[in-house]
């Protein structure tokens, strides 16, 4: 009978977490089905997914991953229209040297019209929240570069996509999928004693970056400085990690925080990062990387990132 029991709640652990995944999935569909169904009622027949960024306009993992799923989608729903997805857009806008970061301008959108006559343009931002990822979808009129179709929808996370955002991983080994590729990074709290004491009230932590390599390390940060999501305020800062240092940022807001990780004979080299600070979180630059993704700050706790 206890092992009876023990199957039956195993069972229902399993067909909650399916039903998360799903439930994730089928939001983010049926929002690209809405986006879909606006398009078609305007008579559009060519529409480029230019892709989600951050509700601050960058290109992250998270946003690709995102753009491909939602390409796909909208291509399932397209009946009457096609779909030019991201990768394709890309080679086109490096053909042309257009601007491929951030928010689509409206000059970009004219000339994505006259190169390749698109009708509209699919867009859209993400906002990480605690327990769900707000997600914005909008076309733009490629001749106006004015929106006629959006919607929005709140994806509830769940395991899978937490562990691939990086934001739970509190002292263990979680699976990191996506962004700490390969896996053979460890992320534990530690040190609580270092955490200011008005942490809670300001939702501030710490994280610190552990070098256990025999070679030197820069690491690129790019973090919030407000933990209001209304706000995209973010600053940036540059860590030099010699061989087996560890160094730390204190008083961080309880928001993901971003990094971009490579070895110092990369980044002084001439012919990867020339010693450009910038470069490391340039997506053109990303194949010089040794590591780069999220990690999330977490009020009033401390947190080791150790680079293997």
């Given amino acids: 009978m206890k092992h009876l029991s023990t199957l039956f ?4 652990i399993l067909n909650i977490t399916a039903l998360f995944a799903q439930d994730f999935d089928s939001k983010f569909e049926k929002l690209a089905q809405d986006l879909s169904h606006k398009i078609d009622t305007k008579g559009k027949k060519k529409i480029a997914v230019w892709g989600f960024v951050t509700e601050g306009g960058e290109r992250t993992a998270l946003g690709n991953y995102l753009t491909e799923d939602f390409s796909i989608y909208m291509t399932n729903f397209a009946d009457n229209f096609e779909i030019i997805d991201r990768k394709h857009l890309d080679i086109i806008l490096k053909e042309h040297k257009l601007n491929s970061e951030g928010y689509i301008d409206k000059a970009t959108a004219k000339e994505l019209q006259k190169i390749i006559a698109v009708d509209a343009i699919v ?55 996506g962004f700490n590729t390969p896996l053979n990074s460890n992320e534990t709290i530690n040190n609580p004693e270092t955490v200011d004491s008005k942490c809670k009230k300001m939702s501030t932590g710490d994280v610190c970056f552990s070098n256990s390599l025999n070679e030197k390390i820069v690491v690129k940060l790019t973090f919030f400085t407000t933990p209001d999501t209304k706000y995209f305020n973010h600053s940036k800062k540059t860590i030099i990690l010699d061989a087996k240092e560890t160094k730390c940022v204190y008083g961080l807001v309880d928001r993901p925080l971003k990094y ?11 012919e990867k990062f020339k010693g450009n600070e910038h470069y490391l979180s340039h997506d053109h630059y990303w194949k010089y ?11 009033c706790k401390s947190k080791t990132y150790t680079i293997k």
Avoid at 260 to 270: L, P
Wanted: proline share 2%; hydrophobic share 35%.
């Fill in 260 to 270: 971009h990780i490579a070895k110092w004979k990369d980044y002084i080299d001439d």
């Fill in 123 to 177: 867009t859209g931002t993400y906002t990480v929240l605690s327990s769900t990822i707000k997600v914005r979808a909008k076309a733009l009129d490629t001749e106006t570069a004015l929106q006629f179709a959006a919607n929005m929808t709140s994806l509830p996370m769940n395991e899978d996509v937490n562990s691939y955002l990086g934001i739970a991983v509190n002292g263990g080994n979680n699976p990191n999928k």
């Fill in 9 to 12: 709640i195993s069972c229902c």
């Fill in 289 to 299: 990387l040794k590591d780069m993704g999220e990690l999330k700050v977490e009020t």
